[in-house]
């Protein structure tokens, strides 16, 4: 193990991996940090068929396992550890780990982003407990129940007709007016017997003894409430960037996203940021990766011009 | 990791009173419990002859999981004297594994 490694990039998601790809090929010393699986939140979807090159039966696992081995044939090394803090000023970084203290001469951030919490009442009490944020987690145990999932994005409607596979029935709940995921995801719902929609409506509490066994909706137009009975409650309402470690050490907007050039470079020399957790309006597989490729080459250019032999 | 069913439950989990048990609810599905899992098995290591660990397959018996109250993977429920004092579910990392077998010990 160098002492010095060129490129120490955080976050396994897809942009992690695209810039593991890119460092490897550009032969620099290259680690990868990952605290939970790699693949980040792709490889928690059955979905991702918008990807180019992802035709029949693409899954989130077997794509993002592909991205990895192909960081790896290019020399990108997996560790699985958690970053715990990071000290980006120096020409050299630091990147802590809870098993160890690594210092390279770029860092890549693509630390990507989680779900959000509603903060309704009900749900923390029965998170693992009818209330989950994960389908192809925790979709088995619903097998011939009811649920419902909050949010009328791409994200709700995709795994919202993975539910349809084992569960009796999925009603997918949307606050505004309308949906808002992609036109086919609206088709198959709507043409699916097992999918119910209702629209600007919200949950607003959910309720059991042990285990879920109730919601109550409230509609957003007449403000009329009404209990539906469920076993599940899968929540897709949105995301928030995974990027408290670095609050003041580099430039972000008040929602926590890194601003970054067309470079994918920070405001902070030798840091660069990829992926889900970078201002950016469309956060898909293909645009992580994308970022992350730019980011791995802008490193290696950093490099040349900054630690010349 | 001993692998735990309806079946040995109450011998290996609920009768054991010489040490805690840590459960590992997973399924090969769960992408968060595969990753999990080799760092689980690093822990058993380290706690060997303190904690015992456990393992249910959840795809193979999900009606023992409702009855645990389990619907969510990962989930590690840790049991002590056959009563489960605590459990983490779903944003589950190592490090938190740790600390409550630390605090249970
Ligand atoms: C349910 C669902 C379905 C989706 N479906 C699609 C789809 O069909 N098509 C599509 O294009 N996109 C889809 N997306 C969006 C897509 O998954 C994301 O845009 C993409 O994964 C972002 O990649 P990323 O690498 O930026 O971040 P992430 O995938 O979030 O990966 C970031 C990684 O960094 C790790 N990390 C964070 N902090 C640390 C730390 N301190 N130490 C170590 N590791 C850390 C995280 O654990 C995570 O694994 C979906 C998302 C969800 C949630």
Known sequence: MPDLYDCLIIGAGPAGLSAGIYAGRARLNTLVFEKKQIGGQASLTWGLENYPGSVEDPTGPKITARMREQAEAFGAIMKHEEVKSVDLSG??????????????????????????????????????????????????????????????????????????????????????????????????????????????????????????????????????????????????????????????????????????????????????????????????????????????????????????? | MIELNAQNFEQEVKNETSMPVLVDFWSEKCEKCMALMPEVEELEKKYEGKVKFGKIDAQKDRRFCWSLKVMSLPTFQLYKNGEKVEEITQDVTIDKIEEMINKNL
């Open chain 1, 91 to 309: 020409k050299i970084k630091k990147v802590i780990t809870n098993k160890g203290t690594y210092e390279g001469k770029t860092v890549i951030l693509a630390p990507g982003a989680s779900h959000i919490r509603l903060g309704i009442p009900g749900e923390e009490e029965f998170t693992g407990k009818g209330v989950s944020y994960c389908a192809t987690c925790d979709a088995d145990f619903f097998t011939d129940l009811d649920v419902i999932v909050i949010g009328g994005g791409d994200s709700g409607l995709q795994e919202g007709l993975y539910l349809t596979k084992y569960c009796n029935s999925v009603t997918i709940v949307e606050m505004l007016p309308e949906l808002r995921a992609s036109k086919i995801l609206q088709e198959r719902a709507a043409n699916n017997p097992k999918v119910k929609i209702i629209t600007h409506t919200a949950v607003e509490k959910i309720e059991g003894q042990d285990l879920v066994e109730k919601v109550i909706l409230k509609n957003m137009e007449t403000g009329e409430r009404t209990e539906m009975p469920v076993q599940g409650v899968f929540v897709f309402a949105g995301m928030k960037p995974d990027t408290d470690l670095f609050k003041g050490l580099v430039d972000m907007d008040q929602k926590g996203y890194i601003k970054v050039d067309e470079y994918m470079r920070t405001n902070v020399p030798g840091v660069f940021a990829a992926g889900d957790c970078r201002i950016k309006w469309l956060r898909q597989v293909v645009t992580a990766a994308a970022d992350g490729a730019q980011a791995a080459v802008a490193a290696e250019q950093y490099i040349s011009e900054n630690f010349a032999e």
